[in-house]
């Protein structure tokens, strides 16, 4: 996987205008007093709550360090999509990036559990099972691939934005061709209830959607919105079918490279950067909802009798791909949230 990154990390550094790496171990070692840049790639809109929890996090980080650490943020997918910039990562050539879980769990499949549809009923059920043991334990796993986890981000619950007409029940999406993320799990679940998943990496979904290469999207509201998906795919459902943590990550050469006390400085940001997005996303999804709606899309809430539809659809699925994990692992997380459907469907 790192060698294969090796075209990917070229591109991205002739784009930052640095020296080419050519081989050997990626990342610098960075001596106490010295001055550096971390370079923090993502794909989130610049004005979204995650990219003003990542511009707290490079605010504290120059604070406390007396400036001699700089963290410049580079968002809207000006380095690339998520796969390209977990590579650069591992191999160095950028510092951080933040991805959603599931195309992270194509480097760390133990990650895989959170790609089931439907585990979390609500954010604070989601906060439990992250914060708790089971949580931390995925995180350190990543040191396996060249990456450590600062924490867990958030993206948040995802929903469907569809370009023709809205979407109510799982037989609706018959033949739909969705974008997905480039996520097995979430290909698998929609191929099941007969869809016809797209998966691409996120800077070409706005085009594919204009262009009708795709019939929708799904993703949290706010990052439809100010992807400006809702343009062209403005018949929203709120399907919550998914609840999208993000992995804060930095690159583990560079950073065992740090000394100890800007490994400190980092990571206390880290954990203040984390909480600042959590708080932040607690109202965001009401307020993005209106502005859709503002702006002429509409917004279809479930009936509980929808709902239960869309849950029951998965039950197959998750027969099917439990034992394709870990499934003690995603066992645990479904006792852990309560989620009783689908412990008893895999049993
Ligand atoms: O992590 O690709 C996606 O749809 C993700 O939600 C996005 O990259 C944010």
Do not use: C
Request: aromatic share 8%; glycine share 8%; hydrophobic share 40%.
């Amino acid at each position: 996987m790192i060698r294969k990154a090796g075209f990917i990390a070229v591109g991205i550094a002739a784009a930052l205008g640095l020296s080419i790496w050519a081989g050997g171990e990626g990342g610098h070692a960075v001596a106490q007093s010295d001055s550096y840049t971390i370079k923090f790639g993502n794909v989130i809109s610049v004005g979204d709550t995650q990219n003003q929890g990542y511009a707290l996090f490079a605010e504290l980080v120059e604070e406390r360090s007396d400036g001699r650490i700089k963290v410049q943020v580079y968002p809207d997918s000006q380095l690339g999509g998520e796969r390209e910039m977990i590579e650069a990562t591992q191999f160095g050539d950028i510092e951080m990036t933040a991805p959603s879980v599931g195309v992270l769990a194509n480097f760390d499949k133990s990650l895989e559990v959170f790609d089931f549809p439907f585990i979390f009923e609500d954010a604070e059920t989601a906060y439990k099972v992250l914060d708790s043991e089971l949580g931390d334990e995925m995180l350190a796993g990543l040191e396996n691939s060249g990456l450590i986890a600062l924490g867990w981000g958030e993206n948040g619950f995802r929903n469907l934005a569809m370009v023709k007409g809205t979407v109510r029940t799982p037989e609706d999406m018959r033949g739909i061709k969705l974008r997905t993320m480039q996520v097995p799990m979430h290909i698998a679940y929609w191929r099941s209830i007969g869809a016809a998943p797209t998966p691409m990496p996120f800077p070409e979904v706005f085009t594919s959607l204009q262009q009708g290469v795709v019939d929708g999207v799904e993703n949290p509201y706010e990052l439809l919105f100010s992807a400006r998906f809702t343009e062209p795919a403005h018949f929203l459902t709120e399907t919550r079918h998914i609840y999208d943590p993000e992995v804060i990550l930095i690159s583990k050469t560079f950073f065992e490279g740090l000394s100890a006390e800007d490994q400190k400085i980092i990571r206390d940001a880290a954990d203040e950067m984390v909480a600042k997005i959590r708080s932040l996303k607690s109202t965001i999804s009401d307020e993005i909802r209106a502005k859709i709606v503002a702006a002429g899309g509409t917004v279809t809430d479930l009936t509980d009798e929808e709902r239960q539809q869309w849950i029951d659809s998965a039950i197959p699925f998750y027969k099917e791909n439990a034992s394709k994990v870990d499934t003690g692992k995603l066992k645990a997380i479904l006792e852990a949230a309560g989620n009783t459907t689908y412990l008893e469907a895999i049993q």
